[in-house]
Every structure is written in C-alpha cells, then in structure tokens.
C-alpha cells in the first residue's frame, strides 16, 4: 500500500434523543491508503452512515479530526464524491445532464464537446450511453444509481465515499452494478470508503473490512484484511475457502462480538449468512450492456 490518504483520529459524535444526549461514535480510528477501497460493515444504528457524513464534511466531529491527502476535512468540498441509496439525480435534467454537472466542476476550461465527450464517457462505462438524453423518471432505480455512479467518478474525486450504494435495489440489479462498481474502481483506481450491511458484498469488493461494534459509543471493532486476489468474481469466491473462512469470522463478529445486542433469532442468522454471490442471470448481462432496463 502507499502512503496514508484518509487519517480519522479519534472521532466522537453526539446526538440530541428522548433520553438526552447520546454518544453515537466514540474514539473512532480509521486509516485508508491511496486507492484503497474499504467496506463499513456493522448493525443498523451503529453510526458507520454518520462517519461517512463525517468524512464528507456533511456532519461536524464533536471531538477528533478528519484529515484528507494531508489537508484538514472542514466543510464539503469536490474532492470527496458521494453515492448514496438513491441516486438524488436532478429530476428535470437528462443523464447527461446530470454527469456534466460534475464534468463542468473538474474541467471548467474544457470546451464544451469536450465536456459532453467526457460525461458521454463516463455514462459508456456504467452501460447508459444509450439512454444518455433520458431523464430520471424514465429510469429504473437501477439505471438511475449507475447515472449516480458515473456522475461521482466524473468528479475524480480524492476519495469516494458511497453510503449502502445497493441497498434499495433487487438482487440481481444489485450484483449488476457491484460488478459495475468493480469495473469502475478497477480503471481509475480512487480511495474509497463504502457503508455496507452486505458481508458478501464487503469481501467481493473491498481491500478490507472494518467492523464497527454497535452504538451507543461505537468504535472500529476489528479490521479483516481481504486476501483474495484481484480481479475477483462470485464464482472464484463460492470456491474458495479462503472466503468461507473470512465470511464466518465477519458474521461472527456481527453475532458476538459488536455488543449491546441480545442473542440474534433463527431469522436473523439467516439473514447475515444468505448469500448473495450467484452468477448474473442472462438478463442480467443484457442490463449490464445495456440493452435491457
């Protein structure tokens, strides 16, 4: 790895609730290298979606700092691009609208063919090169999160910060565009933090898995270096023992280890242990080319 790009040095945040103020993270300690893809993976409410609200300077650190390519994180700024679960896509522009947004911020001395080449480019990559002059209401949420998708990597942010990018998403558009994502991170190789409640999801596309212990005062548990070589797909993973043994270590902490929960149910445990890694179906590969909705 090269040197440390993302430094989160004890950071503590705290909200107003019905009980009074709680201390949703505490002593938070996180370093990401230079193109370094890292999932979040913890319970819901355990605070990993108000770290990155953090790191993108959306949301102020009662205590600790956030510092970025060695420049203190303030208040947000171009470097950090976004994605969260819905793709928030201006509703009366088209993709391509939507991509130059970000185009017009990184080359604003581009002409504008130059502008459009390069958005057009962007949406190439996420296969929407075709529905480039659709606006959002003509898309599905699936197509709509890869205009989001390209439009954060037009941005050539110093890191990319993507808060459960899938979760609101069925599962075969979901590998679709983890594949897509895959794709994108593998060409232009940007820092990356991504929120995640998948654990196969985590293990597919993350260098490593940062487990949080569940709130109030939540912190980094434990960190699982990703062994597994790159590029990677569903089919080397489900073969691999090497996965099967990470995957258990991650859900056994989820079950054990992140605290503050009572023993989880018989569906509970079905749910972390389902598996989310079989191959694209056909029609799947049509919508990733882009000829299918």
């Given at each position: 790895?090269?040197a440390?790009?993302?430094v989160?040095?004890?950071?503590?945040?705290?909200?107003?609730?019905?009980?009074?103020?709680?201390?949703v993270?505490d002593?938070f300690?996180?370093?990401?290298?230079?193109?370094e893809?890292?999932?979040?993976?913890?319970?819901?409410g355990?605070?990993k979606?108000?770290v990155?609200?953090?790191?993108?300077?959306?949301?102020k650190?009662?205590?600790?700092?956030?510092v970025l390519?060695?420049?203190?994180?303030?208040?947000p700024g171009?470097d950090?691009?976004m994605?969260?679960?819905?793709?928030?896509?201006?509703?009366?522009?088209?993709?391509?609208?939507?991509?130059?947004?970000?185009?017009?911020?990184v080359?604003?001395?581009?002409t504008?063919?130059?502008?459009?080449?390069?958005?057009?480019?962007?949406?190439?990559?996420?296969?929407?090169?075709?529905?480039?002059?659709?606006?959002?209401a003509?898309?599905?949420?699936?197509?709509r999160q890869?205009?989001?998708?390209?439009?954060a990597?037009?941005c050539?942010?110093?890191?990319?910060?993507?808060?459960e990018?899938?979760?609101?998403?069925?599962?075969?558009t979901?590998?679709e565009l983890?594949d897509?994502?895959?794709?994108?991170?593998?060409?232009?190789?940007i820092?990356?933090?991504?929120v995640?409640?998948?654990?196969?999801?985590?293990?597919l596309?993350?260098?490593?898995?940062?487990?949080?212990?569940?709130g109030?005062?939540a912190?980094?548990?434990?960190?699982?270096?990703?062994?597994?070589e790159?590029?990677?797909?569903?089919?080397?993973?489900?073969?691999?023992?090497?996965?099967?043994a990470?995957?258990?270590?991650?859900?056994?902490?989820l079950?054990?280890?992140?605290?503050?929960?009572a023993?989880?149910?018989?569906e509970?445990?079905?749910?972390l242990?389902?598996l989310s890694?079989?191959?694209?179906?056909?029609?799947?590969?049509?919508?990733?080319?882009?000829?299918?909705p």
């Open positions: 790895m090269s440390r790009h993302l989160l040095s004890g950071i503590a945040k705290s909200f107003d609730g019905p009980s009074g103020r709680q201390r993270v002593g300690d996180l370093e990401v290298e230079a193109r893809l890292v999932a979040l993976i913890g319970h819901s355990c605070g979606s108000t990155l609200s953090m790191v993108a300077g959306l949301t650190p009662d205590v600790g700092s956030i390519g060695g420049r203190a994180v303030k208040d171009p950090r691009g994605v969260f679960q819905s793709a928030c896509l201006l509703p009366w522009m088209t993709a391509l609208q939507n991509v130059l947004l970000a185009v017009e911020q080359m604003p001395s581009a504008r063919a130059q502008q459009r080449a390069s958005a057009m480019h962007y949406l190439e990559l996420v296969g929407l090169d075709d529905a480039a002059a659709r606006k959002p003509e898309l599905s949420m699936g197509m890869r205009v989001g998708l390209a439009r990597f037009a050539r942010p110093d890191v990319l910060l993507l808060d990018p899938f979760g609101m998403l069925d599962s075969i979901r590998m983890q897509v994502l895959l794709s994108l991170w593998s060409e232009h190789r820092t990356a933090l991504m995640t409640h998948d654990v196969d999801e985590a293990l596309l993350s260098d490593r898995v940062v487990m949080m212990t569940s109030p005062h912190h980094v548990g434990e960190i699982l270096e990703v062994a597994l790159r590029p990677r797909n569903r089919r080397m993973l489900v073969e691999d023992a090497r996965f099967d990470m995957r258990e270590r991650v859900i056994g902490f079950e054990e280890r992140a605290g503050h929960h023993a989880p149910t018989d509970e445990r079905d749910e242990e389902s890694l079989a191959e694209p179906s056909s029609k799947a590969e049509a919508t990733i080319s882009g000829s299918a």
